[in-house]
Nanobody, 124 residues
Framework: QVQLVESGGGLVQAGGSLRLSCEAS????????LAWFRQTPGKEREFVAG????????KYADSVKGRFAISRDNALKRVALQMNSLEPEDTAVYYC?????????????????WGQGTQVTVSS
């Protein structure tokens, strides 16, 4: 079992930055692939970024490439999402997710564990 708790959301002006953090519990954290998703009302949950458990291979949605960076610290059982050059379109609830698998996949149904979400609001 893995429990995930996100933090770091908030209100920021366009062009600003935020750093989201997700802390995990569970003894086998190292073998989980981790990802960030986001969701706005009336829309499906959208893949943002993911990082594999070994070699730290990363994958990003086209909409955030060059602006967001995902990282993980297995010793501290944390995954972070550094978000720069934020745009109003980035406004959403952001979720941390984990799956027991090697590859980063973008489909939310593949992920086994989810955090409760943290709100990010970008004002224009």
């Amino acid at each position: 079992q893995v429990q995930l708790v996100e933090s770091g959301g908030g209100l920021v002006q366009a062009g600003g930055s935020l750093r989201l953090s997700c802390e995990a519990s569970g003894r086998t954290f190292n073998r989980y692939t981790l990802a960030w998703f986001r969701q706005t009302p009336g829309k499906e949950r959208e893949f943002v970024a993911g990082i594999s458990w070994s070699q730290g291979i990363t994958k990003y949605a086209d909409s955030v490439k060059g602006r967001f960076a995902i990282s993980r610290d297995n010793a501290l059982k944390r995954v972070a999402l550094q978000m720069n050059s934020l745009e109003p379109e980035d406004t959403a609830v952001y979720y941390c997710a984990a799956r027991d698998g090697l590859a980063v996949v973008i489909g939310p149904d593949i992920y086994d564990y989810w955090g409760q979400g943290t709100q990010v609001t970008v004002s224009s």
